[in-house]
Structure formats: structure tokens, C-alpha cells
């Protein structure tokens, strides 16, 4: 079973070939382990081909964080995914916009974290809870205080946090849902 699932594994990666290299390297190193015995090099291996293939899913994550507008800035935090195996398992994509009249937007996306199936609860029943809706290229966002939250294909929580909601629904609006829903499938 552990060589079906390495070789499976394995023939997935040449989607990405410079990566899929060294992690279909360090996957075939840990089959080399395991069939030697050296059962702990074989889970240390696994490990790292695990950290590499989630490096990937967060950079093709963080794909979607749209452009910033003309006369704007952004900063992407290349940190955000470091707390995400304190908060379940999961990957974050983050970055901050500043308008050129120095206003500041933090855009947040979670995707397949645990956390993530509590928001949703929040965002369904928005308008129950007194929150304000509005709808961003067919997906619906609820509105509370200087944030607006989303959920993608019930898995990825999307958050703005800025001074003017409607500006951040403009930066959501560059947002590419469809192609978001289809994410790490």
C-alpha cells in the first residue's frame, strides 16, 4: 500500500516540473527507505515532500490575490501560511493594498482549514445575524463593521478588512471566483 501511494503520488507531480523533480526525488528517496527499514529517514522524507507539495498548493493560492488597482501598492505576505498547522492544516494567501490616498486593505484567503467551516455558518446566515449582504460576481459576501467575508465552494474563506466597503468590494470584484472554486482539485 505505502508503494502504491508513493508511485501514485509520484505520477501525479509533472504538472509542475521544476518542483515535481525534487519532490518525486524525495519521494522515491523515502520508498528507498522504507523498503531498507530505515522507517524514521523514510517519515522525515515524507515530511519534507509533504512541506514542498504544500508550498506549492499556497503559492497556487496565492495566484488569486488580485493585482492592485492603478495607483495603488501591494505587499504579499509571504508569512501567511505559517499559522495555518496551529489552526488545523490548510493554506493562507495574504496581502495588503494601499490606495494611493494612503488607505490600507488587508485581503485574507483560507482554504481547506477546519476553521473555515465556522465562518461559513456566519456568512450563510448574514442576514439573520443583522449583517448586510452583497453580492461579488455571484458570490455572496456578508458585511460587518470594516470587513466583508466571503466562502468560495464551501472550503475557501475569503476577508477584506479596510476603511471604505465599497472600495473593497471593488478589489474583490478583480477576483477570480471560478477559477478559485476550482482550487487544488
Not at 72 to 90: D, P, Y
Amino acid at each position: 500500500m505505502f508503494r502504491q501511494t508513493l508511485f501514485a503520488l509520484t505520477l501525479a507531480l509533472p504538472a509542475c516540473p521544476a518542483a515535481a523533480d525534487e519532490i518525486s526525488d524525495t519521494l522515491g528517496s523515502a520508498l528507498e527507505a522504507y523498503e531498507a527499514g530505515d522507517i524514521q529517514y523514510a517519515l522525515e522524507e515524507l515530511d519534507f515532500a509533504r512541506a514542498k507539495l504544500l508550498e506549492l498548493k499556497t503559492d497556487a493560492l496565492g495566484a488569486f490575490l488580485p493585482e492592485p488597482p492603478e495607483g495603488w501598492s501591494r505587499t504579499v505576505n509571504t508569512e501567511a501560511n505559517a499559522a495555518m498547522a496551529m489552526m488545523g492544516g490548510g493554506v493562507a494567501a495574504e496581502a495588503d493594498y494601499q490606495t494611493g490616498t494612503g488607505d490600507s486593505y488587508r485581503l485574507q484567503i483560507l482554504a481547506d482549514n477546519p476553521m473555515v467551516a465556522g465562518m461559513a455558518a456566519m456568512v450563510s446566515n448574514a442576514g439573520a445575524m443583522g449583517l448586510k449582504t452583497e453580492r461579488v460576481n455571484r458570490q455572496r459576501f456578508a458585511i460587518q463593521d470594516q470587513q466583508v467575508m466571503g466562502l468560495i465552494a464551501n472550503r475557501i474563506f475569503v476577508q477584506v478588512d479596510g476603511p471604505d466597503t465599497a472600495t473593497a468590494l471593488t478589489l474583490l470584484e478583480a477576483m477570480d471566483f471560478d477559477g478559485m472554486a476550482d482550487f487544488g482539485q
